[in-house]
């Protein structure tokens, strides 16, 4: 694959719908992104599924994994697709728009710097913050805290990154918002210095 560019880079086996995609994006091979947006360097690799969601910059979302607000109706008497969308299966009927209007208000945000591994899927309804982590094959049904570390099913923190004075002098930084010539002076320095070396250094 060539370098990427400020224009998505969409496998031709994806498929990508009604959403935004950042600069030095990536949607891998496979992949469905629905209804969404993607920040500025964030990737998808192959098979994993979007929809519903606000993805932050340089997010690392792994294989197989599923970001979707899909929900079917459990308080009916059927969960089945012929009540919401009847059109398919009855002719003269129509879908039922409220229903996806509901399903599209349960909306998941995933923060800036994050890993999403292999297999995982993140619930309707659920916030990932700035800089966490979820472990492979977990199931994330509740809110997960920035630099946080996650795993299970369902999961749950098992710990946190970094101290709580760490973890807000990175998010005061913001480094994610720095434009691509800055990220490419500090490179050196974001792979040869431990955390606080790095906040001392750019901090200010």
């Not at 039922?96 to 993140?122: K, L």
Request: proline share 3%.
């Amino acid at each position: 694959m060539t370098r990427l560019s400020d224009t998505p880079y969409i496998h031709p086996t994806a498929q990508v719908s009604d959403s935004v995609l950042g600069r030095y994006t990536e949607v891998g091979a496979g992949s469905h992104v629905a209804r969404s947006s993607m920040g500025d360097y964030s990737y998808c690799v192959e098979n994993t599924q979007i929809a519903y969601a606000e993805i932050g910059k340089f997010a690392n979302i792994a294989s197989h994994v599923r970001i979707y607000a899909s929900m079917h109706p459990m308080e009916r008497a059927s969960l089945h697709h012929f009540t919401y969308r009847s059109a398919w299966y009855f002719e003269g009927e129509e879908d039922d728009e409220e229903f996806f209007d509901w399903r599209a208000s349960q909306g998941i945000t995933i923060g800036h710097d994050t890993w999403i591994g292999h297999g995982a899927v993140v619930m309707p309804g659920v916030k990932i913050g700035n800089g966490a982590i979820i472990g492979s094959n977990a199931v994330v049904t509740k809110d997960v805290a920035d630099f946080a570390i996650a795993v299970g099913v369902p999961a749950r923190t098992i710990k946190q990154r970094f101290s709580d004075d760490v973890a807000s002098r990175l998010d005061a930084m913001a480094w994610w918002d720095w434009d691509h010539q800055r990220l490419h002076k500090a490179l050196p320095d974001f792979k040869a210095l431990g955390i606080e070396a790095f906040l001392e250094k750019y901090e200010g």
